[in-house]
């Protein structure tokens, strides 16, 4: 089992920046990807990043150039940069950590942006 706490969410108003992380516990040996998603109310959950034990990142379209993941591996940790944040990115942070077979998930944390 793998075990993940966010932090870093937060209110913050439209432009500004927050910088979201999420440690792993556990069988964190065996973790492959770690990322963010994503759940606005009344809407499914959608990929914002992630990250491979590689470094290799993919992003949600609409986070380009604004939002960037790191991963720390020694730390069993993932971040995620958040700039030039705008009112539609309201929503539930999840954190994610997938293995070859299953796959966990934080409990999430509030983002809101004000406009």
């Known amino acids: 089992q793998v075990q993940l706490v966010e932090s870093g969410g937060g209110l913050v108003q439209a432009g500004g920046s927050l910088r979201l992380s999420c440690a792993a516990s556990g069988s964190t040996w065996s973790i492959d990807s770690m990322g963010w998603y994503r759940q606005a109310p009344g809407k499914e959950r959608e990929l914002v990043a992630v990250v491979t034990s590689g470094g290799r990142a993919n992003y949600a379209e609409s986070v380009k150039g604004r939002f960037s993941i790191s991963r720390d591996n020694a730390k069993n940790a993932v971040y995620l940069q958040m700039d030039s944040l705008e009112p539609e990115d309201t929503a539930v942070y999840y954190c994610?950590?997938?293995?070859?077979?299953?796959?966990?998930w934080g409990q999430g944390t509030q983002v809101t942006v004000s406009s």
């Open positions: 994610l950590a997938s293995r070859r077979f299953d796959a966990f």
